[in-house]
């Protein structure tokens, strides 16, 4: 009997093994089931569209009118545009060229040379077109230099100065300043450029130290004497080839914009005015061109 019971539990216990894997292959199914659903229900991330580029016809080049700047390139509302007073010397020798500056619609300075053969009919014109005149007074320049009719020498008395000063702003009507033609010498003299001023002061006349000399001193003598007074910030024309005269105007900007207001000065010449022309729009919308006696001031 005992060995009956042995053989019925050995052959009992491989009924096991079927069950076991009838329960994981319905595991297996409810987790395959489960992803499934998970896979359905997952939200779907919409597919990112890029803009295309438009397509523009050869040939057909977009007009300027339609092509509208970012805004980051535009001038803040609040933005301030130097200042700067460009003064034309050596006026009043020929009127054909030197009427065509009149005509540029830009706010310039006129000085002309008091001796000049077309001075009083184009300082006349140039005031009633509503232009700053002024008086270009011609000073002795080292290395005996021709400063023209009329220059004031170092010899000269006091009373030479003064009355050939007087004269000159006789000979340029509706002048409201005066700078020097040449001068290098001259304006080192402290006594003779006090001489000079005084007079300019009798007549309510501004001074602008051309700084023909790195020496000047008429700054301390206006300083001084208690009269409106500036320098000269840059000089356009010193050189009348093209590429030097564009670079000038480059560097001119870039004074203007780190001073904030800057004096220059130019001459009646045809590649002067070509660059003016040339550059029109650039003056108008870069820096603001004012009357030069907006920029002078009494030092204390």
């Known amino acids: 009997m005992p060995k009956s019971k042995r053989k019925r539990s050995r052959r009992s216990k491989p009924g096991i093994i079927p069950g076991v894997l009838a329960w994981a292959l319905v595991l297996l199914f409810l987790l395959f089931t489960l992803l ?28 300027s009118s339609q092509i509208k700047p970012s805004k980051s390139h535009r001038a803040p509302k609040n933005f301030k545009r130097p200042r700067v007073a460009l003064i034309i010397d050596d006026m009043g020798q020929r009127p054909i060229l030197e009427r065509k500056f009149f005509k540029l619609g830009l706010t310039l300075n006129f000085s002309f040379l008091p001796y000049a053969p077309f001075t009083e ?15 270009h007074i011609p000073m002795e320049a080292e290395n005996e230099k021709n400063s023209g009719p009329g220059t004031l020498k170092l010899f000269m008395t006091e009373k030479e100065i003064k009355d050939k000063v007087r004269e000159m702003i006789s000979r340029v009507p509706f002048a409201s300043g005066a700078n020097q033609h040449m001068g290098s010498l001259f304006s080192q ?34 300083q001084s004497l208690k009269i409106p007074f500036a ?70």
């Open 36 to 63: 499934a659903l998970l896979a359905v229900l997952r939200p779907r991330t919409p597919k990112k569209v890029y803009p295309t580029r438009p397509q523009i016809p050869k040939g057909k080049p977009l007009a």
């Open 121 to 135: 009919k184009l300082a006349r014109e140039a005031h009633q077109k509503g232009f700053t005149v002024m008086i």
């Open 189 to 222: 003299d402290p006594l003779k450029m006090k001489w000079v001023l005084e007079v300019l002061r009798e007549n309510h006349l501004f001074f602008i130290d051309s700084r023909t000399t790195p020496y000047t001193i008429a700054p301390f003598v206006a």
């Open 231 to 300: 320098e000269r910030g840059h000089f356009l024309d010193n050189n009348l080839q093209e590429v030097a005269l564009e670079k000038s105007f480059e560097n001119m900007l870039a004074k203007a914009r780190k001073q904030g207001r800057l004096i220059v000065i130019a001459h009646p010449h045809p590649q002067t005015l070509k660059l003016l022309k040339h550059h029109r729009k650039d003056l108008i919308d870069q820096v603001t061109l004012v009357p030069v006696q907006k920029l002078v001031e009494v030092r204390p």
